[in-house]
């Protein structure tokens, strides 16, 4: 890793505890700080990465988000001691916006490359399409969701933030073996960006859908290799800090999504984007960003206790037929999650109702959605 010094900053601690110290059961006595010397990452579960690069949202940029996040994340209490947390510091901006992608992809390639899950702290949302360099440049074809109020494909802006999606989803060769947005507003999407995303059989699902239903989220997220979230996902009530809608996800949500993302055994890089603490009011969106963390360290200390799915002694194996197919619904006797075989023998994950629905003899959207792509 020690490559990687060329692309990181180190970490100033007083920055971040105003000299108030921590007690012995806070994360910052557990996490493994970038300070003078890279850490070792060889047993790390987790290793975060923070991105002070916003120059594609129009902002100038501001280095002071990473540490504003860490300075709540570091106060809250370490309650997974079988998670080994490494926090690598800053990412140096480039010269250049492109030059900021460069670096971010460098370093979360060779992270990456090594089996662990990074978690991106701060940058705008087209910081993601650095996250996808990263995938493109180790050649792995990848299924990617994005959490957001609007879906930034909106070609003929100059905002790098509004558009990124276009190249990611277009360029080629490209490794986007499928696509996922949750929690878009309908007011702030034009229809035949649906449209589009549909041809495409890409899945978009709508904050209410979203919230009705928020288990069936799971399944999008643990199938998910790269995952975006933009804060402004979230109401501004829950999160004021950047331009956001006065409706959207709760914080309590937001945790639950992330939770999701922490249990799944496929996301290998987790973006948190979009937050500014020029407009934070009192930090409380630094402290919803930190209690996100939290509860995506709470899902991967979850994940840890889950079988491999070749193991079938630790689930409950159930055989359907619907609509003249045959296949097989594993549930983990572990968890209590759910997968579904299709035609090619692959299992995906899927829920509780799509079983229900298959035992009924109906098509689960999910498994048909699966098919058509």
């Given at each position: 890793m020690n490559d990687l010094y060329d692309f990181l900053e180190p970490i100033n601690k007083a920055e971040i505890n105003d000299d108030e110290g921590y007690n012995d059961g806070q994360l910052a006595n557990f996490i493994s700080i970038y300070e003078t010397n890279l850490p070792e990452i060889s047993d790390a579960a987790i290793v975060f990465i923070?991105?002070?690069?916003?120059?594609?949202?129009?902002?100038?940029?501001?280095?002071?988000?990473?540490?504003?996040i860490r300075k709540q994340l570091y106060r809250l209490h370490y309650w997974h001691s079988n998670i080994k947390i490494v926090d690598m510091g800053n990412i140096k901006l480039g010269a250049t916006l492109n030059d900021s992608y460069a670096a971010i992809k460098t370093v979360l390639a060779e992270l990456i490359r090594n089996k662990k899950t990074v978690v991106i702290l701060g940058g705008s949302h087209d910081v993601t399409l650095a996250q996808y360099f990263a995938y493109k440049e180790l050649e792995q074809v990848i299924e990617a969701t994005c959490i957001d109020a609007t879906i930034d494909l909106i070609s003929e802006s100059p905002i790098a933030s509004e558009n990124f999606l276009m190249e990611m989803l277009t360029s080629e060769p490209n490794l986007v073996k499928h696509y996922n947005h949750i929690g878009f507003q309908s007011y702030f999407v034009h229809p035949r960006m649906l449209?589009?995303?549909?041809?495409?059989?890409?899945?978009?699902?709508?904050?209410?859908?979203?919230?009705?239903?928020?288990?069936?989220?799971?399944?999008v997220i643990r199938n998910t290799h790269l995952l975006s979230f933009d804060i402004n996902a979230i109401k501004y009530s829950d999160a004021p800090s950047a331009h956001q809608s006065p409706n959207g996800f709760t914080g309590e949500e937001a945790c639950i999504l992330t939770r999701y993302a922490g249990m799944s055994n496929n996301v290998s890089s987790f973006g948190l984007y979009g937050y500014n603490p020029l407009l934070d009011e009192s930090d409380l969106t630094a402290k919803q960003i930190s209690q996100m963390l939290w509860y995506f360290i709470d899902g991967k200390n979850k994940s840890k206790q889950e079988a491999a799915i070749e193991d079938r002694q630790?689930?409950?194996?159930?055989?359907?037929?619907?609509?003249?197919?045959?296949?097989?619904?594993?549930?983990?006797?572990?968890?209590?999650?759910?997968?579904?075989?299709?035609?090619?023998?692959?299992?995906?994950?899927?829920?509780?109702k799509d079983y229900v629905q298959a035992s009924q003899n109906e098509i689960p959207e999910r498994w048909l959605r699966a098919q058509e792509r």
């Open positions: 923070g991105v002070p690069e916003v120059r594609g949202s129009g902002n100038k940029n501001d280095t002071h988000a990473p540490n504003a449209e589009t995303m549909d041809k495409l059989r890409f899945d978009c699902f709508r904050v209410g859908t979203a919230k009705e239903n928020i288990e069936e989220m799971e399944p630790y689930f409950n194996e159930y055989h359907c037929t619907f609509t003249e197919v045959e296949t097989v619904f594993l549930q983990s006797k572990k968890t209590g999650r759910w997968w579904m075989q299709l035609p090619n023998k692959k299992f995906i994950a899927c829920s509780y």
